[in-house]
């Protein structure tokens, strides 16, 4: 049989990987926008977090609109935005042109993981959605992992108008791949009927064109206690995640009094290990144990919740006194929450409604984002008054205690939505 539905996850996977080049340019390039429009760590952190703002603004109408549209016109339009914004962040001449390009790259980039998650629901069955979903997520750490090296060399050897260019040749580049090649299962000429049955059979999300012209309320989906269960533990995983993404390298080198060029090396180590949990634990162990016929139930919310509470050894960094130190505890915070994050993103396509998916992605990347949005904040505020990271990873700690009891008593069993009357 012909393994087309993972041509499809490795093509999503190239999209956020693109994605997350463009989050962690900014990260990189910090002093370098220092020096040329002469910002403070605090318009810095507002800086970082401009993106999120109109990433989180557009999570619901993008849900909504995937579930009307589907995910090969949404793509497309989103793919060419983001593509456009990178550029303009090139081009800019002042900081208002630099967080317009911020703000147009989170429209562009908003409806990427409700997407990728709806893509999934399509082409996947039930026993390899893990791995799927991993594929894909995984490439959020990777790209972590070596776009902070590779855009730190591009940055000292070319100035950072390049390193912004760079991403936008690549983002157009992945415009013409998806463009080319995605399609929805009953749409995709490549996709053989064996293939097809085997997707079916393993209980994939049924396309439903009647439904998806309206879907599961947004309201309905909102009153939903497994909702807000879902959507409050990921926005504490989101927010040690941004935290880490955008302040890493700066915490290497103001409290650890790491050179530029060595705290951008530090830093790609602990996304390469998030990036191989989220593959080998998220994805190919949950899939693996449920396919030799252990509870899915059982299975993914122990990895879920374990893998959350490995993300306390945030707290850890708070006391290292040697990078050594500080790498081993960032390394096992956002490993563990890197295997819970796969299984997180697969649960929208379990438990949704019938083409109700990119709605529910929606939501969850909403709070998300609201997330996303604070951590850069708080930490510039944090740090600007007590000169020290510490604070900034206690609040993570207390913020990720709040997701786990959600996941725990919220969330609960790992099952499907009633169908809206």
């Known amino acids: 049989m012909r393994r087309r539905r993972w041509g499809i996850a490795w093509l999503l996977s190239f999209g956020v990987l693109v994605n997350y080049f463009d989050r962690v340019n900014l990260s990189v390039s910090q002093d370098a926008l220092r020096a040329a429009f002469g910002i403070s760590p605090l318009m810095f952190g507002y800086l970082s ?18 579930d009307r549209f589907g995910v090969r016109l949404v793509g497309r339009i989103s793919t060419f935005l983001w ?16 967080f ?26 039930g026993s390899e959605r893990s791995l799927a979903t991993a594929i894909f997520d995984a490439a959020a750490k990777f790209a972590s992992a070596i776009g902070v090296p590779l855009i730190g060399i591009l940055l000292l050897r070319f100035g950072w108008r390049w390193s912004f260019a760079a991403t936008g040749f690549v983002s157009l580049l992945y ?19 064996a293939e097809r049955e085997f997707i079916i059979r393993g209980g994939a999300q049924p396309e439903d064109a009647a439904r998806a012209a309206k879907g599961a309320p947004l309201t309905y989906l909102l009153r939903q206690r497994k909702v807000c269960g879902l959507a409050l533990g990921f926005a504490s995983y989101n927010y040690t995640f941004y935290l880490l993404l955008t302040w890493l390298p700066s915490y290497f080198e103001s409290a650890l009094h790491v050179n530029l060029m060595h705290s951008v090396l530090f830093t790609s180590v602990p996304w390469l290990f998030a990036t191989l949990v989220d593959l080998l634990v998220g994805g190919w162990l949950v899939d693996t144990l449920v396919q030799r016929g252990w509870s899915p139930l059982r299975v993914r919310k122990a990895v879920l919740v374990g893998g959350t509470s490995f993300g306390l050894g945030i707290l850890g960094a708070a006391h290292a006194r040697t990078p050594v130190a500080a790498l081993f505890w ?21 438990i949704a409604p019938r083409e109700s998916v990119g709605t529910l992605g929606g939501i969850i990347n909403f709070c998300n984002h609201l997330a996303g949005i604070a951590a850069p904040i708080a930490t510039g505020y944090i740090v600007k008054a ?7 990873f206690a609040a993570a700690t207390v913020f990720l205690l709040i997701g786990i009891a959600g996941y725990v008593f919220l969330l609960g069993r790992i099952e499907p939505i009633p169908e809206p009357a």
Do not use: H
């Open 49 to 66: 977090s401009a993106y999120s703002w109109t990433y989180a603004a557009c999570q619901l109408p993008s849900g909504l609109l995937l």
């Open 83 to 98: 593509s456009v914004a990178s550029f303009g962040a090139a081009v800019s001449s002042g900081i208002r042109g630099f």
């Open 100 to 125: 317009v390009a911020r703000f147009l790259l989170g429209i562009g980039e908003a409806p990427t993981f409700p997407a990728n998650a709806k893509a999934i629901g399509y082409w996947f069955p």
């Open 175 to 193: 415009f013409a791949l998806f463009y080319a090649s995605y399609r929805n299962p009953s749409e995709d000429y490549l996709l053989s009927a």
């Open 330 to 350: 960032i390394s096992m915070s956002i490993g563990g929450l890197s295997a819970a994050s796969p299984v997180g993103w697969s649960i929208p396509s379990l």
């Open 386 to 392: 007590t000169n020290s990271f510490s604070g900034a």
